[in-house]
């Protein structure tokens, strides 16, 4: 097993090294990259340019000091026509477009091995300060989302497989289906008119992860504070996560129920509910808990983007699409390296999870 574990830890560095080369290059022929996001705010006067635009890595205000507007030729960033060629020079300096393409690639790579994610663009924080700090609002959201669908999704799925076919099987069967069809951020809103001070009750907070005097209450205080505001972006959540896995339980275990062995044991005399949970359960749960791991992984990162900005969580979701909005490449190359590093490692950790559920399987010899 040891050297499975070896090989997959390898094959990490060429499959991310591949992913970031084809996002580099992608990203770097986009329109709307960070200079002209820069020209677009000297061209509108009503937005402070300096307000935004940082030297990364010291916080100094770069700006055109002179505020001279030359007279330049035609210029290959959109909105640039008739400013100063130095002024353009020095916001391609500052944000490191002098270096030749490749060289941008290879230095950022170098230092994202050193997990040195550098610094926003438009923010003066560094990358790791800024996921660090969105980075509690994502996991309570993913963690408590893909707990409370494990806890749905298996017993109902168990039932649905033990009662196949009755009242119970087709009348759970349409509520899933209805909650799956159901978008989450429509349900977000229908939560906030029903019960967050809309047009009906007013039992849950609008916004916000914690109330305003969080700090001051005592620690359990403090945890019910933070679970009162987790209830209905989770909810929200919830109620289209758990199909997918309420039909693979009912149809991992219905595989299982019509397996020999399952026969057998029945005919060896042993009661209904020690066939089921003694050897069906185990069997039929492999696939169901081994997924846990990737679960996660895709609840945190991917489904709560606009939940975040219907409940004004500030959370990786929000970080992420205002750093695309943005051309914000520091944080974009930091948090998808960050995150690609991380989905293969749960990809692996998924598998590990098989072994630990059923000793009998041995990727290493699938392997060879």
């Known amino acids: 097993m040891l050297a499975y574990v070896v090989r997959r830890l390898l094959l990490i560095i060429p499959t991310l090294f591949g992913i970031m080369v084809i996002n580099f290059i992608v990203i770097q022929f986009a329109p709307g990259g960070p200079i002209e996001q820069i020209i677009a705010e000297l061209n509108n006067p009503d937005v402070s340019v300096t307000s935004h635009v940082t030297n990364a890595g010291s916080g100094e205000i770069q700006s055109d000091p002179s505020g001279s507007m030359g007279t330049g030729g035609d210029s290959r960033y959109r909105g640039a026509d008739g400013l100063d060629e130095e002024f353009i020079?020095?916001?391609?300096?500052?944000?490191?477009?002098?270096?030749?393409?490749?060289?941008?690639?290879?230095?950022?790579?170098?230092?994202?091995?050193?997990?040195?994610?550098?610094?926003?663009?438009?923010?003066?924080?560094?990358?790791?300060?800024?996921?660090?700090?969105?980075?509690?609002?994502?996991?309570?959201?993913?963690?408590?989302?893909?707990?409370?669908?494990?806890?749905?999704?298996?017993?109902?799925?168990?039932?649905?497989?033990?009662?196949?076919?009755?009242?119970?099987?087709?009348?759970?069967?349409s509520v899933v289906i209805i909650g799956n069809a159901i978008p989450a951020f429509i349900f977000a809103v229908m939560l906030i008119v029903l019960f967050a001070g809309g047009s009906f009750l007013d039992w849950f907070p609008l916004r916000g992860l914690v109330s305003e005097n969080h700090g001051e209450m005592s620690f359990f205080r403090q945890i019910l504070d933070r679970a009162h505001h987790l209830i209905l972006p989770v909810f929200a959540m919830v109620i289209g996560g758990f199909a997918a896995l309420t039909f693979l339980t009912k149809n991992s275990f219905i595989d299982q129920i019509n397996q020999q062995y399952v026969m057998t044991a029945r005919a060896k005399g042993l009661k209904e509910p020690r066939v089921l949970f003694g050897h069906v359960f185990r069997n039929a749960m492999l696939i169901v808990i081994a997924g846990f791991p990737g679960a996660f992984v895709g609840i945190l990162f991917t489904g709560s983007l606009l939940i975040e900005i219907i409940f004004s969580l500030d959370g990786l979701g929000l970080l992420g699409f205002e750093a695309v909005l943005k051309r914000d490449y520091p944080v974009m190359f930091a948090t998808l390296y960050f995150f690609t590093l991380l989905g293969l490692t749960m990809n692996l950790i998924g598998d590990l999870t098989y072994t630990f559920v059923d000793p009998r399987i041995d990727f290493e010899s699938r392997a060879t």
């Open 89 to 173: 020079a020095r916001l391609e300096k500052q944000f490191g477009f002098d270096k030749p393409l490749w060289e941008r690639f290879f230095r950022m790579i170098g230092k994202y091995l050193r997990f040195d994610f550098g610094t926003s663009y438009f923010r003066d924080e560094t990358v790791v300060d800024l996921v660090i700090s969105k980075m509690p609002v994502s996991i309570s959201l993913g963690l408590c989302t893909t707990i409370i669908v494990y806890l749905i999704s298996l017993p109902m799925g168990v039932g649905k497989a033990i009662w196949d076919g009755s009242p119970f099987d087709i009348w759970t069967s």
